[in-house]
């Protein structure tokens, strides 16, 4: 049980172009949602958490019109990064929790983004 | 400030040869602690999760406690399907918030197991 899928597991895209991330609760529904990056050797950082139904919370220092987060079902939580930068290449994860205030979560099994 | 460390950052074993991670906390209103392992290019897989001092919990060769300020995964003979990044995540009041709540993640353990 708790099984989190994300797609595609593996983008490269061009300088300027969009990408858009998906994350699934299979046997679940995810209350929250979280997305986060992952740098190599280092550990998570937290980028946005989202609630269905409602406007996702950003982190300092993330920019919500570059990374636009869409919660729109109880198992269907999307990330696009907008006008992607060689900078902008990472490993995105994302992870969901079946209860709003447990923050017991499952993780996707991530998706590298390269940007060329 | 919120923190949460590992240690140790690395660590090598011989197979069969137990030892235990740490994973120490300094933060306001702990509301629970997570344990995860991650292998290369995956997300983390969820291990265990502890929500009082005292408080045991184990799964095959892992073994998590917790105290009031740190929580240890014991590795009792290990394997090399064990080697991986250990995790561990605390879930606590967010004191910069009033009332809402965050998870704070360590930077891991890279556990090597050697045949």
């Known amino acids: 049980g708790a099984v989190v899928s994300q797609h595609p597991s593996r983008v490269i895209c061009k300088s300027g172009t969009s990408v858009k991330i998906e994350c699934r609760s299979l046997d679940f529904q995810a209350t929250t949602m979280f997305w986060y990056r992952q740098f190599p050797k280092q550990s998570l950082m937290l980028m946005a958490t989202?609630?269905?139904?409602?406007?996702?919370?950003?982190e300092q220092g993330v920019e919500k019109d570059k990374f636009l987060i869409n919660h729109a079902s109880l198992t269907l939580s999307t990330l696009t990064v907008t006008s992607a930068h060689p900078e902008d290449s990472s490993f995105y994860i994302c992870s969901a929790s079946p209860a709003s205030v447990a923050y017991e979560q499952y993780f996707g099994p991530g998706t590298r983004l390269t940007v060329t | 400030e919120d923190q949460v460390t590992q240690s140790p950052e690395a660590l090598r074993l011989q197979e069969g040869e137990s030892s235990s991670l740490n994973c120490s906390y300094t933060?306001?209103?702990?509301?629970?602690l997570f344990w995860y392992r991650q292998d290369p290019g995956k997300g983390p897989e969820f291990l265990f999760t502890l929500y009082s001092a005292g408080e045991e919990k184990e799964k095959e060769r892992l073994k998590a406690t917790l105290t009031k300020k740190e929580s240890f995964l014991h590795i009792t003979a290990p394997k090399p399907e064990d080697s991986a990044t250990y995790l561990c995540?605390?879930?606590?009041?967010?004191?910069?918030?009033?009332?809402?709540?965050?998870?704070?993640f360590g930077t891991g353990t890279r556990l090597t197991i050697i045949p």
């Open positions: 989202s609630n269905e139904g409602s406007k996702a919370t950003y």
């Open positions: 933060v306001s209103g702990l509301r629970g």
């Open positions: 995540a605390v879930h606590h009041e967010d004191i910069s918030n009033f009332g809402n709540e965050k998870l704070t």
